[in-house]
């Protein structure tokens, strides 16, 4: 193997995971590209992200700006002098001198099959679009969102198990595999490219914390789809005797007849706009633990036959 000079460019967990292969495979990582950190906890303590603290730990140089716009931010990148970057979940725009300046460029691991989910939240969107399975994109970047030419892809299945947070885990530890297997190629050509094509375009736009409000006109299956794709972050909810309760799975059930909303039973099966039902199975109330929703049924008796839930 030829031991590539590189940055990582990236913030969260799912960048961490690239970072690590990419460091046990033997490259010399030279600086790391962060957002800057961000306040945090009770305290409101300015945090570093996942791959901030993990790289200063290791003793790798971090670099946090806000922007990349400038000519000094676009010359301190230029006299790394690399080989190649790889983004991952970074956050911010890379402009064209900035995607110019490595030797090989920058290569981009993304969480979609491309062109679909090109944006900000595809683990989410793919679960909450009923799609059957997403993957990794390697791909070149451009000056485009998410336009570049793909390298390598594979592919996981999305089954009624499958949640942001496990597809997430899957998909970080797959585009970490795929990227040192990419990485391996470059000084001898790399592999071939593929320009991705016109149809089949989609955008995961980011996530809103309101889209995690359930809506009980909706079917059951979108609503299960939502419960899924907002674990754990938003976390879907309804409202109920002044509460947010936060619903973290569910199972559909056959039809009640009630009304959309509507308790239908002491199982806390909650009536669907398209005549099925919902069941929350695991729940948490504020400042509680989340539970079983049996459980909290035994303990707290305000979830009543006919009433109604927002």
Known sequence: MTKLRLALMGTPDFALVALKAIVAAGHDVVCVY?????????GQKETPGPVHAWAAAQGIMVRTPVSLKSAEAQQEFADLELDVAVVAAYGLILPRAVLDAPKYGCLNIHASLLPRWRGAAPIQRAILAGDHETGVTIMQM?????????????????????YASNLHDGLAALGGEMIVEVLATLPDGGVARTVQPEDGVTYAAKLDKSEAKLDFNDPAAVLERKIRAFTP???????HAGERIKVQSAEIVPGTGGKPGEIMDDHLTIACGDGHALRPTRIQRPGKAVMDADAVLRG??????GVIVQ
């Not at 962060?34 to 009770?42: A, E, N, Y």
């Not at 451009?142 to 499958?162: C, V, Y």
């Not at 707290?300 to 036959?305: I, M, N, S, T």
Request: cysteine-free; overall charge neutral; hydrophobic content about 35%.
């Open 142 to 162: 451009d000056a485009g969102l998410d336009t570049g030419d793909m390298m390598l892809m594979r592919a996981l299945p999305i089954t009624n198990q499958t």
């Open 34 to 42: 962060s957002q800057p950190p961000r306040p945090s906890g009770r």
């Open 233 to 239: 972050w938003p976390g879907a909810f309804f409202e």
């Open 300 to 305: 707290y008796d305000k979830f009543a036959r």
